[in-house]
Every structure is written in C-alpha cells, then in structure tokens.
C-alpha cells in the first residue's frame, strides 16, 4: 500500500490555502487600517447645507476609498495631491413642502434631506473657487476646497461643493 502520495498532496494543498488565508487576512488588516486612518475626526461644515461628520466606530463601507474613487473614474487612482476622509454626509435640501419635496429624498424633523447620515467618502482638493458670473459672489481671495463625496458602498457620486478656505 502507498499513501505517501496523497498525504503530500494533501499537505500541499494545505500549505497553500494557508498562505492564501495569511494573505487574506493580512489584506484585511491593511484595508481596515486604511478605513481607520480616513475617518473625518470632528463635523465639517462645507457650506450651511452640507456636514460632514465622523462615522461611527463600527461603520464598515463596502469599498475603500480607492475602490470608491475607481468606480467613480474608471482607470483613474486618488491623486496624490487629493486627500480622503471617511465620514457621514448630510445633503439638506430645505424645509418639507410636501411630495414635490420629498420625492425621492428623506424628510426628519420638518426638513427634506438628499442624503442624510449616508456614509461616504469625501475626497477633497484645493482649487480655486467657480465663479458663476459677473452677478454672482467673488469668489474668495484664499482659494476653495473641493469636495467630491462619493457613496462609500456603491462608489457613486453623491455631490460636489465647494467651501471656501479660510485665510
């Protein structure tokens, strides 16, 4: 009788689903870390109708920031003068008229939100300032940051602001 053979195929095999586990596992760790180190550490304000805030401890997004952003931009990496943040975006779109307002988006407290709380992804850039015309506001003299905030789950847009720098 000859069970050498199988035995070592057997241990070969093993060996190699371990390492494919170590690798695994080592993979999750990294990931994990990456998501820990994006989280936003205290509310932003972009602009009065949009917040952004810290997550919650155990808030665990389907995507990475550079899977998000690669969804996003097909082909395209996070610059490297791009910084991200993981955190909970808020969209308010103004107080509740009815159904005209609440189409499709979420009302609480009297007030009609696009996003509310959604956890996302903001990738922000310094930039200048759009300005819209000789009739609209300057832009300010520092420069704006640019947010990008992008579904942390489904890598989808969410919105573009912009918030001024402040000197």
Not at 110 to 118: K, T
Request: aromatic fraction near 6%; hydrophobic fraction near 45%; glycine fraction near 10%.
């Amino acid at each position: 009788m000859r069970l050498r053979g199988p035995f070592v195929i057997t241990g070969a095999l093993g060996l190699a689903m371990l390492a494919a586990g170590l690798v695994a596992v080592r993979t999750s760790v990294a990931s994990a870390q990456a998501i820990a180190d994006a989280r936003v550490a205290t509310k932003v304000t972009v602009n009065p109708g949009i917040t952004f805030a810290p997550p919650p401890s155990n808030a665990a997004p389907g995507l990475t920031a550079a899977q998000a952003f690669a969804t996003w931009s097909p082909g395209t990496a996070v610059p490297s003068d791009v910084s991200v943040q993981l955190g909970l975006l808020s969209v308010l779109v103004g107080p509740d008229c009815g159904a005209e307002c609440e189409n499709g988006n979420i009302v609480q407290g009297g007030m009609v939100y696009s996003a509310l709380n959604q956890l996302a992804y903001g990738f922000e850039w310094s930039t200048s300032c759009l300005s819209l015309g000789p009739d609209a506001p300057q832009p300010p003299p520092g420069g704006c940051i640019q947010w990008n905030f992008i579904d942390a789950n489904t890598g989808h847009q969410i919105i573009v602001a912009y918030q001024p720098k402040h000197s």
